[in-house]
């Protein structure tokens, strides 16, 4: 566990500003974000071009990151460019893909943002049927037994199917886009995530971060993300430390309830004194929380995050 002292400042994410007024309020979002005890804010894809521009100019709080691809954009022909696939087959999709997130770096530069996170894309285009049946079977209780351990079988079968040609397209992406984050003087967030059609396991993200020096590209943890594969039997969380822990350059922070993540830490079960064993000093933190949760929270949050040790 590091000394609180030398830790970056913690950021709030602009998700939270995704309701009134703070979306039409940025400097509101940043003033309510310091007053409750944050150091820093991260530009969420959920900004477009005018709100982040606020963001910038009201200057109440550093910006410490930027989740790409942001600016929010609609591509003209593909929709929103928050939905487009790094990894996919589909060589548009991917150069425009490639073409938001490298705006992203651009616009942290212009932040003065040391990272930018990247969701590195997918395995197709919607959940695996098997990993629909374990959220279900989940819900319902249902959480060992033979119908459990085969909805886990089946999915890491289908995924291991399926997998070898989109993580050749996310290496290619990533290839292409670490040059143009090191030109940005940006450092890469490789993302866990929260699908198991998703984009990187494991391994899969030690393999992509090898060929890169830590200031280029790094690993981005997601507290909530990895904590719900983790209650699915299909990550351990153990295995994100043990494989790729020492590439972490930050972390988006958030608790978990059942299988809803984005909760405020104290509004979920998660345990944050063993997420604190696991982050170095310098590990940038970001805490991810969405716009349903109340503002009173925002402090107490960070209050249940310095109980657990995590800064």
Do not use: K
């Not at 460019?81 to 589909?90: P, Q």
């Not at 996310?170 to 940006?186: D, K, N, Q, R």
Request: include cysteine; aromatic fraction near 6%; charged fraction near 20%.
């Amino acid at each position: 566990m590091a000394n609180p002292a030398q830790r970056p400042p913690v950021a709030l994410s602009t998700m939270w500003a995704v309701q009134p007024p703070y979306e039409r309020d940025l400097a509101a979002f940043a003033r309510l974000a310091a007053e409750a005890g944050y150091g820093a804010v991260e530009i969420n894809h959920s900004m477009d071009r005018r709100q982040a521009a606020e963001l910038l100019a009201c200057s109440v709080l550093p910006v410490a990151s930027v989740h790409a691809p942001a600016p929010l954009e609609d591509h003209p022909r593909l929709g929103p460019n928050r939905v487009l696939n790094l990894a996919s087959d589909d060589a548009a999709e991917r150069t425009a893909a490639i073409g938001y997130t490298a705006r992203s770096f651009d616009l942290a530069r212009r932040a003065g943002a040391r990272f930018v996170v990247v969701h590195l894309g997918q395995i197709g285009g919607a959940p695996f049927a098997a990993e629909t049946r374990l959220r279900e079977l989940y819900a319902a209780g249902q959480r060992s037994g033979e119908p459990w351990q085969q909805a886990i079988d089946d999915a890491r079968r289908e995924r291991a199917r399926l997998a070898p040609r989109a993580l050749a397209q996310a290496a290619s992406t990533l290839h292409t886009l670490a040059p143009a984050a090191e030109a940005a003087g940006v450092t890469i967030g490789l993302e866990s995530r929260l699908e198991y059609h998703h984009i990187p396991l494991p391994a899969e993200a030690a393999e992509l971060l090898a060929p890169y020096a830590p200031q280029v590209a790094g690993y981005w943890h997601d507290s909530g993300h990895s904590e719900v594969l983790h209650r699915l039997g299909l990550v351990p969380l153990e295995d994100w430390w043990r494989q790729v822990g020492p590439r972490l350059v930050g972390l988006h922070v958030h608790d978990v309830r059942g299988l809803v993540d984005h909760r405020a830490p104290g509004n979920g079960d998660l345990d944050f004194r063993a997420l604190a064993a696991h982050i170095p000093a310098g590990a940038a933190i970001t805490l991810e929380i969405d716009q349903h949760e109340p503002a009173a929270d925002l402090a107490r949050a960070l209050d249940v995050l310095r109980a657990a040790g995590v800064w």
